[in-house]
């Protein structure tokens, strides 16, 4: 999986080696196991992992879990999963909580040297003394406590002795500081919560700021990769990493994280929609989960080269959710084969071909890559086409059925619309046409011609299927934060699911969950791999055929 696309981090890497600074190249990968993964992190995924392997460097995967309420065994399993389908191999598996004896040393390191206090403001207090990025900070009463003291009641912290919020550890940098990030941070918090790796050893946890540069640290992470709303927290970082007087001194470098358009990259939005029902759960194909999108049948060489394609910058910036569908139909179009499948049944009957009659046709698999083969497919007297390719009244140009008119069914013959059965209601329910045995597709005949070309099953040997088609789940493209945060849910497509139950040809009876095909005129489809039974077929489109999207 090489990429060798420009881009700054690949630079600054190249030039670290040949500099004598770096020998072998550590990067890590390091989630939070608090809810699935989406595209947004496919992207770091395969920056971290291609740059490690690029290098002949080496990739860990870290699970940051300094906060036992929100985290969960689930998550853990759930990101192994994606990262090992997207492709990639972690050198070292890690947890932050492995470390927890060791940041609990450096604590008391920083406390010793007079960096860190434990302070009793409630998280209010801490707010309104920490000013604004206008206005200085003003330092907190409990600031100036002796060492001694803050030894006591930070041990006293671990042993459980105080409640949930009653005190927090804070480091002592400086409440006047430009960088409100410096303005004495908390890096310790009480929470009695049983923790999925350490059980009820601890009460106190480390903040996320405080523990992920001693993580890198203590791994020997050379190349800190994350997005840019850390930038402002580098100088904390380095911080941290010189006054805990660590082994190792990693550098964080930042890069703008990937947004698309009718996308929601937020886990806490995304836990909304799981959790209020919007959604068939984490995993449902119009989430942009990694495990939304490897269900509705996206490829991870799609993804990778997409986020390949897109690079890796210093800015911000929206991609149109429309070029990740453009990489995949480029993925599956020499992949996936061709059927037929009819979502919105109206049938036919040929009432000139001969009754009990069945004949089998050829049909290419897939017309771009002819190493695929051929299949065989029933016809005969009885057939489904879609209810949309039949007008009684048609405008101009429509070249479907309509009565008197002549099409083509794809692979077969010529038929033309004699006559239009209707119910009670003046409902057309079926269609009365006659075939021409001399058109027969691949004679070569070229008696006449027809501008339309239709996909049909045969009505007595086809398998009912269930098709789920979607729409973006989000509307509108790149609303301001504001915007965002008002109408989240109002912005919920109430059209991004249409269920439809028709046919397939029967040879899809024996397909396999995650099976990708691409039926005639509809678009590429995935063979549901948690609604499908032996008994009940059930195919998620993938994307659409065709697309205003150019690269």
Known sequence: MENNSPNFVRTIIKEDLESGKHNHIITRFPPEPNGYLHIGHAKAIILNFGVADEFNGETNLRFDDTNPIKEDVEYVNSIKEDVEWLGYTWDNLFFASDYFDEMYERALLLIKKGLAYVDDLSADEIREYRGTLTEPGKNSPYRDRSINENLDLFEKMRNGQFKNGEKVLRAKIDMSSPNINLRDPVIY????????????????????????????????????????????????????????????????????????????????????????????????????????????????????????????????????????????????????????????????????????????????????????????????????????DFMENPPKKYFRLFPGNEVRLKHAYFIKCEEVIKDEEGNVIELHCTYDKETKSGSGFTGRKVKGTLHWVDANHSIPAEFRNYQPLIMDENPTDEEEEKTFLERVNPQSLEVMNGFVEPNMKQVNPQDKFQFFRHGYYNVDPKHTTKDNLVFNQIVSLKSSFKL
């Open 189 to 388: 918090r009480i929470s009695h919560t049983e923790h999925h790796n350490t059980g009820d050893k601890w009460c106190i946890y480390p903040m996320y700021a405080f523990a992920h540069p001693l993580e890198d640290a203590i791994e020997g992470v050379t190349h800190s990769l994350c997005s840019l709303e850390f930038e402002d927290q580098r100088p904390l970082y380095d911080w941290i990493v010189k006054n805990c007087e660590m082994q190792h001194t990693p550098r964080q470098y930042e890069f703008g994280r990937l947004n698309l358009t009718n996308t929601v990259m937020s886990k806490r939005k995304l836990r909304q929609l799981v959790e209020e029902g919007y959604v068939d759960g984490w995993d449902d194909p119009r989430m942009p989960t990694i495990s939304g999108l490897r269900r509705r049948g996206y490829t991870p060489e799609a993804i990778r080269n997409f986020c390949q394609e897109i690079g890796v910058s210093k800015a911000y910036g929206t991609i149109d959710s429309q070029m990740l569908d453009h990489f995949v139909r480029e993925d599956l179009k020499l992949k996936a084969p061709r059927t037929m499948g009819v979502l919105k049944p109206l049938k036919v009957v040929i009432t000139n071909y001969p009754e009990g009659e069945v004949e089998w046709l050829e049909a290419e698999n897939n017309p771009e890559n002819p190493e695929m083969g051929s299949r065989l497919i029933p016809f005969s007297r009885e057939i489904y086409v879609e209810q949309e």
